[in-house]
């Protein structure tokens, strides 16, 4: 697995697992910055978390007010 595959498992295992167990509570706004500093990740890795977790259904795409 490439480095940034790991990445990309990393931020989805950690954002899947902070919803799940409520360090992240429904409708708190996860703003891809603030995650990347939280995580120390890249942004893309983040990005294709929240992605993916939205096609799963766990987090909501709001378009940039």
Known sequence: ???????????????????????????ERLRAADLRERYNLGLTPIREALMRLSSEGMVTNEVNR
Do not use: F, K, V, W
């Open 1 to 27: 697995m490439s480095t940034t595959e790991n990445a990309q498992a990393s931020a989805y295992d950690l954002l899947r697992h902070e919803i799940l167990h409520g360090d992240l509570l429904p409708g």
